[in-house]
């Protein structure tokens, strides 16, 4: 691994962990089929093949303001009938 990281010119060592995590993501983001993609990682389970599965930052984010939006939603309403309620109640 030390070429790689040579002939990258990085001045730190890439673990073949990293490799193997990277392409595995690569794979999953662009759609690569589930048993394709166990095939060429050379695992015997799903689960191992689970395990190298990275989840990008973009999707993380996605999920999380789509979250966060629903939630402030989901208050901003609750507080808006409660305050019809206390005029209603006027």
Request: glycine share 4%; proline share 3%; charged share 25%.
């Amino acid at each position: 691994m030390a070429t790689i990281s040579k002939v990258m010119k990085l001045d730190f060592v890439v673990a073949p962990q990293v490799l193997r995590r990277s392409f595995n993501t690569i794979c999953v983001t662009s759609g690569v089929n589930e048993i394709v993609l166990r095939a060429m990682m050379g695992h015997a389970s799903p689960e191992m093949t689970e395990l190298y599965a990275g989840v990008p930052l973009e999707d993380k984010q996605r999920v999380l303001k789509a979250v966060v939006g629903q939630l402030f939603e989901w208050d901003l309403r609750s507080i808006l009938r409660s305050k019809k309620r206390r005029w209603a109640a006027i």
